[in-house]
């Protein structure tokens, strides 16, 4: 069952018409949760515009009414992946908690955050994300971004356990290990080809264990 989330689409966005009425915009919030949920199932490209609707109980002038095409509909439904995303990260690692943390304690909390965001409602989003950059790179853009704050989140926290004679050496090695966590998570979410599977217990320990090992901290 798709998560339900509050929906952060106050900005403009080319295509997406704005919801100003509560009930535009609780029939914007039905569709896109929708559209999410059949993501999980097939590629954008085999959801038509009545399946989509139909889910919803609406006629496919409600789509088109707020939305521009299926393109400009996906970036809706990425936008709110993205920022739920983020808005949630940002929160738990918020907590003064991680600032007394251990690299391993820190890194196993990112790890489970990711695998849970990524092998739950929102894996087809990012699958569609990922299989859409191969033709259109912008698409890639909003999760590059994410990627880059979680990073620099994750750098700042641990900051404290740079090595005290060269914590540029420190800085860099948790930047690659972060470049070689997000492009494991990347392959699972689009092929999980094993041996070690995103839903395998040893997935997170491994993913752990290797940016705890690889990082150069005190």
Partial sequence: MT???TLKLEKKQEGVKPAL???S???RDELIHAGMKLLCEKSMNDI????????????????YSRFEDKQSFFRAIQETAITHRLELFEAEFSDPKWKTASPEEIFAHLVNNTVD????????????????????TEIWEPLRLGGRKISNVIVDLLEPHFLDDNPEESRDS??????MFFGTIVQAAL????????????FRENLTRMLTLYSKLK
């Fill in 174 to 179: 948790v930047k690659f290990g972060m470049q």
């Fill in 3 to 5: 998560e339900a989330v």
């Fill in 21 to 23: 009425q509560g009930r």
């Fill in 191 to 202: 092929n999980n080809p094993g041996p070690v599977r995103l839903e395998d217990k040893q």
């Fill in 48 to 63: 038509s515009i009545i399946e989509l609707t139909a889910a919803c109980g609406y006629s496919v002038g409600t789509f």
């Fill in 117 to 136: 965001f990524i092998d739950g409602s929102w894996r087809g989003v990012v699958k569609e994300s990922i299989l859409g950059s191969c033709t259109n």
């Fill in 25 to 27: 915009k609780h029939r």
